[in-house]
């Protein structure tokens, strides 16, 4: 599969296979998913099969590509000042609320290579100007979740701004929801990283951010997304990745932000991987900190998730904060 796939095509059909195993996602579900990354059903069986399926839990290569549904996911977007209304299935006391005192948020649009890209914009109701940070969502896209996340860094004093990194789709919430790994491992993160580039240009030309004061993170797709902009972004002043894929050890030594890297323990694929970006790191004078998080599986920030983890996600979500407040 690592001849076939690239890096997070690999990824993702590994961390969804792990949702199988454990029940968190049914087997048509992951069959869907994988296809939808890899093209045909064949490639997907293959793909499959290379992560430890059965063969009675394969597709055929005759069976056909599944459809595509139009129907909304439930992802929303917000124009204008936010409405009132708690977040689905939010569980964390950080959740900020749409509509919350102080905050002001909107979907804002900006020109990336040739064509305009959008993404939810937070932060502080009036003020001096202040620092930024650019979010980069999980596999499902820009979700109410994300959205949430902006808000809860706009209470803390940034201007936060998570794009919707399917904007030339139609927007996440225009797609299928199974599509969505697909399309956002088939744009490739060399384009990911380009809109993360505008989005910084964005930011910065902003009157209510203190210029050049600008960080990025990311949650588990995200997070790899975070990790490959620290090696080429160079104006960004931090970064906190939350249990994404490592770049490519090379790029290392081109890494300029100040970089935190978040793992949970009980993530063997992510965390097994982290000690020898540890050693990359430890060779170059990149300012860093890479912190596992005990008795914790991957995406234990996300509060709307079966694995979230309130101690765990908080300390995180802190530990951010502080590294920001120290390096930003």
């Not at 009157?207 to 490959?228: H, K, L, P």
């Amino acid at each position: 599969m690592t001849q076939q796939l690239g890096k997070f095509e690999k990824y993702l059909i590994e961390e969804f296979f792990d949702d199988y195993r454990a029940g968190a996602m049914s087997q048509h579900t992951f069959t869907r998913r994988v296809a939808f990354i890899t093209g045909s059903m064949a490639a997907a069986a293959a793909a499959m099969a290379l992560v430890g399926c059965t063969p009675q839990e394969l597709p055929r290569s005759t069976d056909p590509m599944p459809t595509p549904s139009v129907a909304s996911n439930g992802t929303g977007t917000a124009t204008g000042t936010a409405s009132s209304g708690a977040v689905p299935g939010a569980k964390s006391p950080l959740s900020v609320p749409e509509g919350a005192a102080g905050i002001v948020a909107a979907t804002v649009r900006f020109p990336s290579a040739g064509t305009d890209v959008s993404g939810y914009l937070a932060r502080p109701e009036g003020g001096k100007p202040g620092a930024a940070v650019l979010i980069c969502h999980e596999n499902r896209g820009l979700t109410p979740h994300i959205q949430d996340v902006a808000r809860r860094f706009a209470k803390a004093g940034y201007a936060a701004l998570a794009l919707d990194l399917l904007s030339r789709e139609g927007g996440t919430a225009s797609l299928d929801r199974d599509a969505v790994p697909g399309a956002l491992t088939q744009a490739g993160a060399k384009r990911h990283v380009a809109d993360f580039s505008a989005a910084f240009e964005y930011l910065n030309s902003q009157d209510f951010v203190d210029s050049g004061r600008i960080a990025m993170t990311g949650y588990c797709f995200g997070g790899g997304i975070t990790w490959q902009a620290a090696t080429e972004l160079s104006g960004l002043k931090a970064t906190s990745a939350f249990y994404g894929p490592a770049p490519d050890l090379d790029k290392v030594p081109a890494i300029k932000p100040a970089v935190l890297g978040v793992y949970a323990e009980l993530d063997d694929r992510i965390t097994g991987a982290m000690p020898a970006l540890r050693d990359a790191l430890a060779a170059t004078d990149v300012r860093h900190e890479l912190k596992v998080y005990p008795d914790v599986d991957h995406a234990f920030h996300n509060d709307t998730s079966e694995r979230y983890n309130e101690t765990q996600a908080t300390a995180a979500w802190n530990d951010t904060l502080a590294w920001f407040s120290k390096y930003v």
